[in-house]
């Protein structure tokens, strides 16, 4: 992936090792940084963006040992937190702001960066291997199961500072959909898309958060 400001690109090996390089034409060698022992299955930037006049940039990476961690780049190089471990695969990692969500054999996790308060978890349905998860406007995380999606809402308990927040999750019922989901993503106005596969076929809804479904199409391979 790139960071927001597309500055930087990341890459997560088989090696156990994060690559980072910046995207111009004379970028020169990646920066690396060994993370793990295992392969690393997941990345994902920071949401703050990065800078190239410092080289300083957030990086969230998880893999085959179970380990969620946040990689810091700086002028005197990596710093390596290990906030999550022990659950399995972490097979996605989605950032938002100061919400950071992964999943793993489990389920689906989320967890303040500002305050260190782990969020919520989802839990995976016993028949369902790899889950497809977004974040949406309005602190809202998508999360597609096999055949159905599920949004959950992160909200504040009262008025706190941002080092000193609560935050609680409103998790709605799933619904049902007429395929295997393969994506989801925000759709803008609280309605969203979900990538559907049906026998080597692919298409796209759009729907309401409640799953009603407005407009479909199918996407060419």
Do not use: M
Not at 17 to 39: D, F, N, Q, V
Not at 143 to 162: D, E
């Amino acid at each position: 992936p790139l960071d927001r400001g597309g500055l930087f690109g990341a890459t997560a090996a088989a090696d156990g090792c994060l690559r980072i390089l910046r995207t111009a034409s004379s970028a020169g060698e990646p920066w690396a940084c060994e993370c793990s022992g295992a392969p690393l299955l997941s990345v994902a930037f920071s949401a703050d963006g990065a800078s190239t006049a410092s080289d300083e940039f957030v990086v969230c990476v998880g893999g085959e040992d179970g380990r969620l961690v946040l990689v810091r780049k700086g002028v005197l190089g990596f710093r390596r937190e290990v906030i999550h471990r022990g659950e399995g695969f972490i097979t996605g990692v989605a950032w938002s702001g100061r919400l950071l969500a992964w999943s793993n054999d489990r389920g689906v996790k989320v967890y303040n960066v500002a305050t260190g308060q782990k969020v919520t978890y989802i839990a995976k349905p016993t028949d369902v291997r790899i889950c497809s998860f977004s974040w949406a406007e309005g602190d809202r995380l998508i999360v597609g199961w096999s055949a159905s999606v599920q949004v959950a809402k992160i909200l504040a308990q009262g008025p706190t500072s941002a080092s000193s927040e609560k935050l609680y999750a409103e998790i709605g019922k799933p619904f049902c959909c007429s395929h295997s989901v393969r994506g989801v993503a925000d759709a803008g106005s609280g309605n969203l898309a979900v990538l559907l596969e049906c026998v080597g076929r692919l298409s796209v809804n759009l729907c309401n958060s409640g799953g009603e479904v407005f407009f479909s199409a199918e996407v060419p391979l």
